[in-house]
């Protein structure tokens, strides 16, 4: 079976794991917790990174960290994995859906101001699949508006928008280190911005509200949130770190490949990678169209038969039972896409041979 992405470890992952296990540090506190916030944030470029037990925790505790909460509205595509639609309702707000391009499979910023309103606090781009969503059309609309910006970078680790790392740009940006992401954790995420006061803020919340009094005790002002990391995985964290750039140029090689050999296939439309971006190609993603021999679930099913296995692309989330009746512009290229795009095998260690089978049999 060729999986469709699993983990690439071959660091010093078992060695920093190790290193807690010795010394008994394997909880939410220890050394490699802030040394994987520091490198972190070093590697995007940022002021600061605050872990989190997820990248759901950290999409709930940027909403909870600007306060966005009940009567607010946030505009979020609905082509996208649930997690950041649910972290909305979970802090009592709405969702607001908005349509995706064609092309690149992102939140269109031409249609965000029409949806827009005077409950409208936030704007939530998901960087889906790796590519980014034009974000300087989608600033000038939030400075505009001044509406706040959380960026759901948790597919794009390792993806540029004009030579500024996605989930940067923002004013929080979000990331995921599941087990089939670029870097993994096991599981864990984390939240970024260049904001002292908003850093603090969020590491405040997600770990309890916690105060420490002179006598030791614990007080706790306000509601908080139990989102930390364990020391050993921010062990695992770190080691995986160190060997990122090697996964982007494995991953951007690997989708180079891909182009080639699917590039004159009828029926088979490639995604794009925009001159203002660089795609980290997290997955690599197709649309099957009508002129291609069999639909795409089809396809699915032969790749099945050859021990390949490939993903749709998510449903839409408006459709879905607890979002009926939500607010949202026309879906059009959200229903067509959902319908017809499709994810290929994509990991880091995926080889040549892997590839050209896959694209062998989509050819045929």
């Avoid at 994995?81 to 859906?97: D, L, M, R």
């Avoid at 020391?231 to 964290?237: E, F, R, S, V």
């Avoid at 291609?292 to 021990?307: F, H, P, Q, V």
Wanted: proline residues 4%; charged residues 25%.
């Amino acid at each position: 079976m060729i999986p469709l992405c699993i983990p690439e470890i071959h660091g010093n992952e078992w060695k920093y794991v190790k290193e807690c296990l010795d010394t008994n540090w394997v909880s939410s506190v220890g050394s490699y917790v802030d040394k994987f916030e520091k490198d972190f944030a070093n590697f995007l470029n940022i002021n600061k990174s605050v872990v989190t037990m997820n990248g759901t925790a950290a999409l709930a505790l940027a909403l909870r960290t600007l306060g966005i909460g009940e009567g607010d509205e946030v505009i979020v595509p609905s082509l996208t994995f649930i997690s950041p639609v649910n972290t909305i309702k979970y802090v009592g707000a709405e969702p607001v859906f908005i349509d995706v391009c064609r092309d690149t499979f992102v939140m269109d910023a031409e249609k965000i101001e029409e949806l827009i309103t005077k409950k409208t606090k936030a704007i939530m781009p998901v960087h889906i699949y790796g590519h980014p969503v034009d974000m300087d059309k989608l600033m000038d609309i939030a400075n505009k508006y001044q509406l706040y910006v959380i960026e759901d970078a948790t597919e794009a680790l390792g993806s540029y928008y004009k030579n500024k790392a996605v989930g940067t740009i923002g004013h929080i940006g979000c990331f995921s280190f599941n087990g089939n992401k670029l870097i993994t954790t096991g599981a864990g995420g984390m939240l970024v911005t260049d904001s002292e006061k908003l850093a603090d803020r969020a590491k405040f919340l997600s770990t309890q509200t916690k105060v420490v009094t002179e006598n030791k005790a614990f007080y706790h002002p306000e509601i908080g949130y139990n989102y930390r990391m364990p020391n050993l995985l921010a062990a695992m964290g770190c080691a995986q770190l160190e060997n990122i750039q090697e996964y982007i140029k494995a991953k951007r090689e690997n989708a180079e490949l891909y182009n080639k050999l699917l590039c004159n296939v009828k029926g088979i439309t490639l995604s794009v990678e925009k001159e203002w971006v660089s795609n980290v190609q997290w997955l690599y993603s197709i649309v099957v169209e009508d002129e291609y021999s069999i639909t795409r679930d089809e396809l699915i099913k032969r790749l099945a038969e050859n021990g390949i296995e490939s993903r749709p692309f998510f449903m839409a989330v408006h459709n879905m039972p607890p979002f009926k009746g939500s607010k949202h512009g026309s879906m059009k290229v959200t229903e067509e896409l959902e319908e017809r795009g499709l994810n290929l095998p994509s990991s880091v260690s995926l080889s040549k041979d892997d590839i050209m089978k896959i694209c062998t049999i989509i050819n045929k």
